[in-house]
Every structure is written in structure tokens, then in C-alpha cells.
T-cell receptor, first 111, second 113 residues
Framework: LAKTTQPISMDSYEGQEVNITCSHN???????ITWYQQFPSQGPRFIIQ???TKVTNEVASLFIPADRKSSTLSLPRVSLSDTAVYYC????????????FGAGTRLFVKA | NAGVMQNPRHLVRRRGQEARLRCSPM?????VYWYRQLPEEGLKFMVY????????ESGMPKERFSAEFPKEGPSILRIQQVVRGDSAAYFC???????????FGSGTRLTVV
């Protein structure tokens, strides 16, 4: 199972773009990269998932280089409500995700 | 389409009592996963179930903990003879297939006094 490494915390200001990078050097060929967001006292919420290159949805973009050993979650123009913990997961589904929820990255957005 | 429903939201038990946590997956989801989260920590996988089957319980303590997902009704995580160390937030997630991303419930916060 691929292990992930993320920064423990990040600070930003409202309106800025935030990029959170996750390292996963041992990613397997059939692994996908998935990011979740968690607010206090709530369950994690799916943000975005990708396999390679770039994926974009209404919330975020996910950039994955050709070697797939890292990925970057990009949050455009953050607001105070984006303050949360962001988890990077690597796996091929149920079995792949079972031990990969690390401590995540705590993002603090300031006014 | 209601999301993943967990109840109760908060549960207080005395040491030695039993705790039963319920999880109703999203409609159409047949895969259920349970996670435990201690304060300021990430989620730790406990067990993965499909209807009437335990697929992977490698993250669940061998004693006092059990899980089921019957043909009818919610998935149940059962903790017998609770101890203070069992105090945590327990999250349930579901997915339509085991390779899909998960939808999480709001969790049950268990406090053992």
C-alpha cells in the first residue's frame, strides 16, 4: 500500500490560491489519487480524484506529474470556509484505502 | 437521496457497557467501511463489509469489537465492555463499488466515562 506524505499545516489568506502537495513514491500502477476535506465534527467529504495529468471540477484542480509520485491539490481563491483538514489518499478502492488516512494537512485561511 | 446516516451522533457509555453504532449507507451502496478517529489524528480503517459479508476486518481489534451488515437493515459496529480508550469518533462510509470514492456519514462520538 502506497504511503503518502503531506505538510502538517498551511496558512493562507482569503482570495489566494492554495496548493497542497502530497508525495506518494510507492504508488502502484492501478492506484488512483483521491483528496478529501474534513471539517471539525464532520466526516470527510470527497473533493477530487485522478489518475494522471490534470483533473478539474467545480471545487478544485488536481495536478499529477507523469511519474505519479506526487500530486498537488489546488484550491482557487480560498475563503474562510475552506479552513479544514485535507487528506491525500492513494489506492485502488476499499483495500487500498484501508490504512492511508494519515494526519492530513490542516489549512488555516485568514481574513 | 439521503447521505450516509449514522446514529446516534453522540453516545455516552460507562466502562463495561456495550456500545452499538448504526450506519445506513447511501441508497444503492452495498459497500460499507468503518473508521475510528482519535482527537487531532487521522482516520484509521477498522472493517470493510458488503451485504452479509465481512471482506476485511484487519483494522479491528480482535476482542470486544464486531461488525455486521445484514441483508436488511443498517450496518452495526458493536463494542462490548467498553473502556476509556474506546472514546473516539467512529465514521462510516459507503460506496457503490469497492473502487469508487467514499461517502462518509457525520460520525458517532463515543464517550466512555
Amino acid at each position: 500500500l502506497a504511503k503518502t506524505t503531506q505538510p502538517i499545516s498551511m496558512d493562507s489568506y482569503e482570495g489566494q490560491e492554495v496548493n497542497i502537495t502530497c508525495s506518494h513514491n510507492n504508488i502502484a500502477t492501478n492506484d488512483y489519487i483521491t483528496w478529501y476535506q474534513q471539517f471539525p465534527s464532520q466526516g470527510p467529504r470527497f473533493i477530487i480524484q485522478g489518475y494522471k495529468t490534470k483533473v478539474t471540477n467545480e471545487v478544485a484542480s488536481l495536478f499529477i506529474p507523469a511519474d505519479r509520485k506526487s500530486s498537488t491539490l489546488s484550491l482557487p481563491r480560498v475563503s474562510l470556509s475552506d479552513t479544514a483538514v485535507y487528506y491525500c489518499l492513494v489506492g485502488d478502492g476499499g483495500r487500498g484505502f484501508k490504512t492511508i488516512f494519515g494526519a492530513g494537512t490542516r489549512l488555516f485561511v485568514k481574513a | 437521496n439521503a447521505g450516509v446516516m449514522q446514529n446516534p451522533r453522540h453516545l455516552v457509555r460507562r466502562r463495561g457497557q456495550e456500545a452499538r453504532l448504526r450506519c445506513s449507507p447511501m441508497k444503492g451502496h452495498s459497500h460499507v467501511y468503518w473508521y475510528r478517529q482519535l482527537p487531532e489524528e487521522g482516520l484509521k480503517f477498522m472493517v470493510y463489509l458488503q451485504k452479509e459479508n465481512i471482506i476485511d476486518e484487519s483494522g479491528m481489534p480482535k476482542e470486544r469489537f464486531s461488525a455486521e451488515f445484514p441483508k436488511e437493515g443498517p450496518s452495526i459496529l458493536r463494542i462490548q465492555q467498553v473502556v476509556r480508550g474506546d472514546s473516539a469518533a467512529y465514521f462510516c462510509a459507503s460506496s457503490p463499488r469497492d473502487r469508487d470514492h467514499y461517502t462518509f456519514g457525520s460520525g458517532t462520538r463515543l464517550t466512555v466515562v
